[in-house]
């Protein structure tokens, strides 16, 4: 018994903060501070308590099962979380329904967890639906904006469009094999055609969820309308646990169809990464501009993927955790300059060094590290993935997204420029930083040096992968 | 012929023609008429696969609840003929035409050749396609036994996803 709820132990510390939750808000007005605070405090502990007590088990006839990875992914994810709260400290300080955003935002949670933990595709799936229907409706959270509820609906629409090609390919992919088990589904895979379309549809419904290029349309739309802490939630946190499902479903579950997705992740790639860079280049507002260096970025860790070695699934995860603090640290920026100034476009940002030094210097380290610049940690992430994409010896990829980072270079560099060489009239006046958003922004910049330097961190997952 | 292979031709024949006619009518509240025969022959469909909680479910929520919440909108939109977009091209119509063939084609083969795919392993057929061994899974008593073990715990999560959705959904509705 005790054995069962440790397997199940950051699944219950979620569900019990929930329930903490519902408790304060039908207690005593409490103001938002007071609120915050505790929600912060509860979300260190559970990122605290995540890293003990690791065990490995099935249960529930493998409907959830567990191991140390899946411990860590959980864990990266709980960090991110807890970044983002801190990080909307400023947004949400006014806001009228805060009890609420955290319930969804921690449903979501609850939801990537049973996700990464499912051992079945159904499991997979209600996993799924929990972490981006709750999405929509937080996505929606500047209630008076009406680009907001247009964001709101985007995504809805999008996801439910996915949600239903990934149940045909599935119901077809139960048609012909005859269980949904994630461990016995392997043996009954044989190639045939009617598989191999079951298998497009749920890789289809795979893109759209980590927005890979003829599925991206929504992306752009959904995150310039969403508060910008929503947004850097759909960008990091939901992305980030789909991809962790997404490598281990195609190494463990897809396996004997390998051929068959190095084709689609090849060509996958390829558009992803082209059309995310040639559409970042000509964005001014800042959210679209994140929203297609995202999208950009996902078709390098396609890559990273389609290297299908144990290396693939090291580097990918590793990128995961890096992208995780660069592009947190970018939008940790823009969420303290949108909740006091309201600007968000990039033309804006001219001239900020002047006043707001040492945020220049913040945004400055996480675009370098999104670009891949050397001393940084996102160019060891990009460099690994790379190198995992090369174990294929397909020599035109590589050297097509070794073309696509100087395409990118240049765009992350022309914020950079307008950051530090620009003049502008009327810069950005100096924006206070509260204690809490302070901290998740230095936490993200030791991220980013210290996920580089220390080669700990990349020798531990490299521990945890199974080899392909 | 037996019974059941006449009522299936019919139902079949029902529902396709429905379905079709979703698509031909001008009228939008004709077409949800149609959509709902077009539920009630797939009911049939359940009925016939012995799956009587599908047909009950599929009858009450979807030809009920979801249709009238279909009636609803469409009635309070005034959806007619003069404010429909009329901006698609024929060249647009065309290419969906054609990929949604293709889609077609590719299903219909996928399916064919999966039905061809049956072995012979000493001396039984053996289909590449599941094959469900006995007739009564879809009763209640059985669905009911079934969904409250071994599917015990998508079931509960499947009640946190509503719950958060309602939650979703009242705060964006609070007018204040």
């Known amino acids: ?468 | 012929m037996s019974l059941v292979e006449i009522i299936f031709w019919f139902l079949s024949g029902l529902a396709l023609i429905s379905a079709i006619m979703v698509l031909l009518s001008k009228n939008p509240v004709h077409s949800v008429l149609w959509l709902i025969a077009v539920f009630f022959a797939i009911s049939g469909h359940y009925i016939l696969l012995n799956a009587q909680f599908l047909a009950i479910v599929n009858l009450i929520v979807y030809a009920g609840a979801i249709m009238v919440l279909f009636l609803f909108v469409i009635m309070l939109m005034n959806q007619n003929a003069e404010t429909e977009p009329r901006s698609k091209s024929t060249w647009i119509k065309l290419a969906g035409a054609i990929a949604g063939g293709c889609l077609l084609i590719v299903v219909v083969a996928a399916v064919r050749d999966s039905e061809n795919l049956i072995q012979n392993i000493g001396g039984k057929a053996y289909a590449k396609t599941a094959v469900t061994t006995h007739g009564e899974i879809g009763l209640i008593e059985n669905l009911g036994r079934v969904l409250f073990t071994q599917y015990v715990v998508p079931f509960e999560i499947s009640s946190v996803l509503f719950l958060s959705a309602m939650v979703g959904a009242v705060v964006i509705g609070k007018k204040d």
Request: include cysteine.
């Open chain 1, 1 to 468: 018994m005790l054995n069962a709820l440790l397997l199940m132990k950051q699944e219950l510390a979620v569900v019990a903060i929930i329930f903490i939750l519902l408790i304060l808000k039908l207690g005593k007005d409490r103001s938002n501070v007071t609120f915050l605070n505790i929600v912060n405090t509860l979300l260190l502990l559970n990122v605290v308590a995540g890293f003990f007590w690791n065990s490995e088990g099935v249960l529930f006839n493998e409907m959830f099962r567990t191991n140390p990875l899946m411990i860590l992914e959980k864990n990266i994810l709980s960090l991110g979380t807890l970044i983002i709260s801190m990080q909307s400290y400023s947004w949400l300080k006014t806001h009228k329904h805060v009890p609420e955003f955290y319930i969804l935002l921690l449903s979501t949670l609850l939801g990537m967890f049973f996700m990464i933990s499912g051992g079945n595709l159904l499991m997979f799936y209600l996993g799924l639906e929990l972490s981006t229907i709750p999405l929509a409706a937080v996505a929606n959270f500047d209630l008076t904006k009406r680009q907001s509820s247009e964001a709101a609906m985007k995504l809805i629409i999008s996801s439910a469009f996915s949600s239903g090609l990934l149940l045909f390919g599935m119901s077809m992919l139960y048609g012909t094999t005859g269980t949904l088990i994630f461990s016995q589904l392997p043996a009954a895979l044989n190639g045939s055609d009617l598989q191999i379309f079951a298998f497009v549809l749920l890789m289809a419904g795979f893109a759209f969820k980590i927005s890979v290029v003829p599925f991206h349309l929504w992306t752009a739309d959904v995150y310039e309308g969403a508060p910008v802490a929503v947004t850097s939630y759909l960008s990091v946190i939901s992305k980030g646990a789909v991809l962790f499902v997404f490598v281990s479903v195609l190494y463990t579950v897809f396996k004997p169809l390998a051929g068959a997705w190095y084709n689609m992740l090849f060509l996958l790639s390829l558009l992803t990464i082209i059309i995310g860079n040639l559409f970042a280049l000509r964005q001014d507002n800042f959210k679209r501009f994140l929203a297609f260096s995202s999208i950009a970025q996902v078709g390098f860790i396609l890559i990273g993927i389609s290297g299908s070695s144990q290396l693939g699934s090291t580097s990918v995860i590793y990128f995961v955790l890096i992208y995780i603090f660069s592009n947190l640290a970018a939008f940790g920026v823009v969420i303290l300059v949108s909740a006091i100034t309201g600007k968000e476009s990039i033309s804006d940002y001219k001239g900020f060094y002047k006043t707001n030094p040492v945020l220049a210097w913040i945004l400055t380290i996480a675009l370098f590290s999104l670009a891949g610049v050397p001393p940084t940690a996102g160019f060891f992430g990009k460099f690994f993935l790379l190198m995992a994409g090369a174990a294929k010896a397909n020599w035109m990829l590589i050297t097509i997204a070794a073309l696509n980072m100087v395409i990118s270079f240049y765009y992350y560099l022309r914020v950079v420029k307008a950051i530090f060489m620009d003049k502008n009239e009327q810069p950005i006046e100096r924006v206070a930083m509260p204690l809490m958003p302070r901290l998740a922004l230095y936490v993200c910049i030791i991220g980013i040096i210290a996920t580089g330097l220390v080669s700990y961190v990349y020798d531990y997952i490299h521990s945890l992968t199974a080899p392909f």
